[in-house]
């Protein structure tokens, strides 16, 4: 068998000068930057002249990881520079996503002058209209699907319009470049922020988002930045710690708060100074738990149709929990899925998430849905869409029927062969000389064929597969124990796992039997 790297390099299809770029050291001198763009100069004039002027400036973001950060970024930012400004976090539930007419108006009478819009705005074409007529100016940073006009923005940093770089990029990336034009400098906190952004709205890691996320990870083990700590227990952060842990309790306050509460993280993730950090993160922690829960008991009770090509049910969740139910919906099923629930702020409405993978695109279902929908938006595997309650049987019956049409392909796991003996910390570090791991550049599996199972030692009720081969290395297995053994040999699929107890790490092929 060749050697581990080479297998991992004909996965990927890297050739060598590929495989010679993912294996460099990281570096931001290979992330394309902003500055000379006239986009970011016209942003740049309109902030000093807000500063000098003393004219009170307006962040507004948005409710969900990527908002937080890109927020919290400019935020900050201002806080490096001695100035003071304004940010909003809008209620998903009282304000719904993006600038409103009714905040636009708002904003007016408040007396700001300038309003900085981040992960939201570019479809905000008759808000910012409004706000231009009020004597407002607007800066827009964001990274969502633009509109055939374009709104009447003082700039617009779009990685669309800026035509920037080969593939999308999050608005905290946007955001955290933008940082760079207004401190003159790379502030390693703000990458790191921007580098969870990029993972937490699942920005295809290649390219410049794969070099921030290695140079933020790289920063986490330098600098233990408590808001990062503060959410993990773990001494070794990567970008699955990042993914599962991390993000999970960001988002679960956007979604789990009725009110504006979401604010405090801005302040968590911004403020120069520590005194509350520890005590937010505790609250944080709080509300992912009660978020975990709510998921779990919802998707146990629902009854979903196994012939259907797709699944549109109306759980009883808070609308900020649809998305996940719909993830762990579309995982289980495999089926382009839509969930809905009773809209908070009009009863006539339902408000939902929409999931897919390959073969079914999110955008193109809601453009052929349009007699039914009152909002809708997203990317081509995720997005969110209102309807009224009314039309809900009209609208499953056509979402269904595309589903049927373009059905979702499950493609066969391109697994990498291994020997038994390649499960060891050796193989582990190779394999992380590629990471980071995540869309489009996914974590490998790998296959061991044919191993005696009566070599095989699980744990102590028999439960599970829990089999040492020295050197703190095991194979472990949640989806079979000693009694679903039934047959000499076996064949297992798998991942490495770098784990970790009381300080002690050990690593573990995480597997399963090959399907036949």
Not at 363 to 368: F, S, T, V, W
């Amino acid at each position: 068998m060749e050697e581990l790297l080479k297998r991992l390099q004909k996965h990927y299809g890297l050739s060598e000068e590929d495989l010679a770029v993912y294996l460099r050291e990281p570096s931001f001198a290979y992330v394309p930057t902003i500055e000379g763009y006239d986009a970011t100069k016209s942003a740049l004039r309109r902030i000093k002249d807000a500063l000098l002027s003393r004219e009170r400036i307006l962040i507004y973001g948005d409710y969900d990881t990527d908002g937080i950060m890109a927020t919290s970024i400019l935020v900050r930012s201002f806080h490096l520079l001695r100035r003071n400004v304004s940010f909003f976090i809008p209620s998903r539930y009282k304000d719904g996503y993006g600038l409103s007419m009714e905040n636009a108006k708002k904003i007016a009478d408040s007396g700001y002058k300038l309003l900085i819009c981040v992960d939201n705005g570019i479809a905000s074409v008759d808000e910012i209209s409004y706000l231009l007529s009020r004597g407002v100016n607007t800066i827009v940073i964001d990274h969502h699907e633009p509109l055939a006009s374009l709104p009447p923005a003082t700039a617009i940093i779009h990685d669309d319009t800026l035509h920037y770089g080969v593939c999308p990029v999050s608005a905290g990336y946007l955001s955290f470049l933008f940082s760079i034009c207004l401190l003159g400098r790379v502030d390693d906190y703000l990458l790191t922020l921007g580098a969870i952004s990029t993972i937490s709205d699942m920005m295809p890691l290649k390219g410049h988002n794969r070099e921030i996320v290695r140079l933020a990870l790289r920063n986490i083990k330098a600098n233990n930045y408590p808001e990062i700590s503060y959410l993990c227990d773990k001494s070794r952060i990567d970008e699955k710690t990042i993914s599962m842990e991390i993000i999970p309790k960001i988002n679960a306050v956007g979604r789990m708060e009725l009110e504006h509460k979401t604010n405090r993280l801005v302040h968590y993730f911004s403020d120069l100074e520590n005194t509350r950090k520890s005590e937010i993160a505790d609250w944080m922690n709080t509300v992912n738990n009660a978020r975990k829960e709510a998921t779990k008991a919802a998707f146990d009770k629902l009854e979903i149709n196994p012939v259907d090509a797709g699944i549109c049910v109306v759980g009883n969740l808070p609308e900020g929990l649809n998305g996940l139910l719909a993830n762990k919906l579309l995982n289980a099923y495999h089926k382009p899925t839509v969930v809905f629930s009773p809209s908070i702020a009009d009863p006539s409405v339902y408000t939902g998430s929409l999931r897919s993978s390959e073969g079914f695109n999110v955008m193109k279902a809601l453009d052929a849905l349009s007699p039914y929908v009152v909002k809708g938006g997203g990317h081509a595997f995720a997005g969110g869409v209102s309807i009224k309650k009314k039309d809900f049987p009209a609208f499953k019956e056509e979402f269904l029927r595309d589903a049927l049409e373009f059905k979702m392909e499950k493609k066969e796991k391109d697994l990498i062969p291994l020997s038994l003996s390649e499960v060891n910390l050796d193989s582990f570090r190779i394999i992380r000389s590629l990471a980071p791991y995540g869309m489009e550049f996914e974590e490998p599996e790998f296959l061991i064929e044919n191993l005696p199972t009566d070599s095989f030692q699980y744990t102590r009720d028999s439960r599970f597969l829990s089999s040492p081969l020295g050197y703190g290395c095991k194979l472990l297995s949640f989806s079979f124990g000693k009694k679903d053994v039934n047959k000499p040999r076996m064949s297992l699929v798998g991942k490495f796992c770098l784990s970790e107890y009381k300080g002690k790490a050990s690593l573990d092929f995480v597997c399963a039997p090959k399907e036949e």
